[in-house]
């Protein structure tokens, strides 16, 4: 069980409403996402991460942009991906962007790359969806060479080769966290380990429990590998408000509206009230008063032995004034109660000897 | 003709029922589908896109029990193999692999997921059939296709549990299709036969009964033609 924990904030810049119930420009969207990450920071939560899709209803298409923004106004709170869809992206610029990023916040960068649960930046960038795999584990390749040492000779099949090449800014190797983030891929868990790079597990919906044998597979590989232990966190959604009715009443509707929309697109039926409370109660919304979510936190932390939780606040188009409120009470309530829920188990642990 | 008379007549041959499954694909649908079967008392063997020890770990740990093989050694030892891959990559498999085999077509088909594909886009008698195209001399069955990897894994009941659930089965080959709703039953679902594989489209994502939980009457009104 680990002994330190960081807690951040994930978001994906939705179109959110104005208090008439109209959304808002994209424009405004990613303005409000620079306003809510300097709260974060005044409020003590460690890290405030973004997304990466390419549809309507997201702004979060160049998260390196906003993410400077926000090292311009901030000084302590790290700034990362949730996660970077390194598929389709060249780890070059990558590397060039969150090195400036980590040079302009003076080493606050950090990285989550994933393959993505959505595949709309394939034929936007012009890749071929049949490569996925190996995209990303090519990519990845790279961009860990370029991270770790340089120069970098390489070469792979779908980018030029590079020769002793040298990727200004330089950063000392392990200066920004790259974190492999999975979404319930067992081949991604084991590539997390070979690459001995952190692993982010992604669960948004069902209990987080029923990831304990990913982790389990991620050790195991670890182990075999001959790598060190490495830090396990979890990306789940979730919306605090005062009182556990107070945060089901905001949070439904647009919960509602976003599944709708999902199902629609999928072919799901769109869910109930009594699924949602299910996922409430014990999957994996963390809605409710700063106590109810502190307590589902704390308990995930345990299952899975978690080093870090980063939430996907406010699901949905809920606006700014609510998002703003929930992370107030993330950072000053939930947060610190967390702690103390892992601090009083890990005292038990010890006591019991 | 005498000389047809004197074939035997296959559909009187009993299906060969061994209690071994084969899965290909060792995703998070295919492990935890391993899981299922080896609880029920199959004998499984699973493979992944490449050599049986690149999944050989993955498989110790969420699927403790089933064997880790090559696709050829799970095809050759298998009389049902369940396709559980990527829906875009089926097509990367060679179009005789399977054949004779009962091959149950877990796949389901999301252009979000899957990207763009105009040939299951454009599948009007449901993209199983895209799939027996595909696989001309297998045994194709539309199944556990329904369920997502964690309604697979909470939702399997005794027979006779009140809250059990129900599977479809399309098919054109009847006997392929008992076999499937035999594998269905055992591994914790009510079975129902949903006609043929055509009608198999009614238990596709724009059908109703996906990702939804279902008893064997409500579903069994579902999907009747």
Do not use: C
Not at chain 1, 43 to 60: C, K, L, Q
Not at chain 2, 156 to 181: E, H, L, T
Not at chain 2, 206 to 218: C, K, L
């Amino acid at each position: 069980m680990p002994t330190h924990f960081e807690f951040g904030l994930d978001t994906f810049l939705p179109i959110t409403v104005d208090e008439s119930g109209n959304s808002i420009t994209g424009d405004q969207v990613i303005r409000n996402a620079v306003e809510e990450a300097v709260l974060a920071e005044t409020v003590g939560i460690d890290s405030f991460n973004i997304g990466e899709h390419y549809r309507t209803e997201f702004m979060d298409s160049a998260s390196h942009v906003v993410l400077a923004a926000i090292a311009s106004r901030t000084e302590r709170i790290r700034l990362g991906t949730a996660v970077t869809v390194l598929s389709t992206q060249d780890p070059v610029r990558l590397y060039t962007d969150f090195a400036t990023l980590d040079a302009v916040s003076n080493g606050r960068a950090q990285l989550v790359v994933g393959r993505g649960s959505l595949t709309d930046s394939f034929p936007l960038f012009g890749f071929d969806l049949a490569d996925y795999e190996e995209l990303f584990e090519e990519k990845l390749d790279l961009l860990v060479r370029l991270l770790r040492r340089q120069p970098v000779t390489w070469s792979g099949k779908f980018r030029s080769p590079l020769t002793n090449q040298f990727v200004s800014p330089p950063i000392p190797e392990g200066r920004i966290p790259t974190w492999v983030g999975v979404g319930g891929s067992p081949q991604s868990v084991v590539r997390a380990a070979r690459f001995g790079l952190p692993l982010m597990l992604a669960v948004i919906a069902g209990r987080p429990e029923r990831f304990a044998p990913y982790v389990e597979l991620y050790k195991r590989a670890l182990e075999q590998e001959g790598q060190p232990a490495l830090p396990i966190g979890l990306h789940s959604l979730g919306f605090v408000a005062e009182t556990d009715e107070e945060a089901l009443e905001i949070q439904w509707p647009f919960y509602k509206e976003q599944f709708d929309w999902a199902a629609r697109e999928r072919g799901w039926r769109p869910p109930t009230y009594e699924q949602f409370l299910a996922e409430v109660d014990h999957g994996s919304m963390y809605v409710g008063s700063p106590e109810t979510v502190a307590n589902r936190i704390a308990g995930a932390v345990r299952a899975l032995s978690l080093s870090r939780f980063d939430l996907l606040y406010a699901l949905g188009r809920i606006p700014h004034e609510q998002r703003l409120a929930t992370i107030e009470l993330y950072g000053r309530e939930v947060i610190p109660r967390v702690r103390e829920l892992l601090a009083a188990s890990t005292d038990l642990v010890v006591a019991g000897g | 003709m005498a000389v047809e008379a004197i074939q035997p007549d296959v559909r009187s041959v009993p299906e060969v029922d061994d209690r071994s499954l084969g899965i290909v694909g060792a995703g998070k649908f295919g492990t935890t589908l391993a899981r299922a079967a080896i609880a029920a008392g199959y004998d499984v063997a699973i493979s992944g896109s490449g050599a049986a020890d690149d999944i050989a770990l993955t498989v110790d740990v969420l699927a403790p029990g089933a064997r880790a093989a090559t696709t050829e050694e799970v095809v050759r030892d298998s009389e049902v193999i369940v396709l559980a891959v990527p829906t875009h990559r089926f097509r990367e498999l060679p179009r005789d692999l399977f054949a004779g085999k009962i091959l149950v077509d877990a796949m389901n088909y999301w252009e979000p997921v899957d990207g763009d594909d105009p040939e299951l886009e454009g599948a009007a008698e449901g993209t199983s059939t895209v799939v027996q195209a595909r696989f001309p001399s297998a045994r194709v069955v539309k199944s556990l296709n329904q369920l997502g990897y964690h309604q697979l894994e909470e939702h399997r009941r005794p027979d006779g549990a009140s809250d059990r659930i129900a599977v479809g089965a399309a098919g054109d080959d009847r006997r392929a299709v008992d076999a499937v709703m035999r594998l269905v039953d055992r591994l914790g679902f009510d079975p129902v036969d949903a006609g043929t594989l055509e009608n198999g489209r009614v238990l596709e994502p724009d059908g109703s009964p996906v990702a939804v939980t279902y008893s064997a009457d409500e579903l069994a009104k579902l999907v009747s033609p």
